[in-house]
């Protein structure tokens, strides 16, 4: 789903809380799985305008998840280990920020080209 504005970052959470409903996660997983949507998709606004997010039903070995794909094409990040670190914020903001999503789900990848944009993938897994 392409994502914009404020309002495209709640549609993309409430799917997201759907999605993960449908995969069996409990309620509190939910939220945190919306959460990280939140998350992912005001960085897309706030930091490259425009973007999109995907999520995807995931399954191995008998295990089910949810995977999250959030890309856009704005000014990337130019230290992903820094932008990890906890004491890291480009705008001083009391969100998440990438090491609060890094805590959250099971495995985060990050693919950044400064200039080019920012490509996030992210998997949950249920317990």
């Excluded at 959250?104 to 990848?109: A, C, V």
Aim: proline letters at 4%; aromatic letters at 4%; one cysteine or more.
């Amino acid at each position: 789903m392409d994502i914009v504005n404020d309002d495209d970052v709640i549609a993309a959470r409430q799917k997201c809380r759907m999605l993960a409903a449908e995969v069996g996660f409990s309620p509190l997983d939910q939220a945190m799985l919306a959460a990280v949507i939140t998350e992912l998709a005001r960085n897309i606004v706030e930091y490259a305008g425009r973007g999109e997010v995907q999520l995807h039903p995931i399954e191995d070995a008998g295990r089910r998840g949810v995977a999250v794909v959030a890309r856009d094409h704005g000014p990337g990040i130019p230290n992903i280990k820094e932008a990890l670190q906890a004491s890291y914020s480009v705008a001083g903001g009391l969100g998440l920020g990438l090491r609060g999503v890094k805590g959250l789900m099971d495995s985060l990848d990050i693919i950044s080209v400064p200039g080019k944009g920012t490509t996030v993938t992210a998997r949950k897994w249920r317990a």
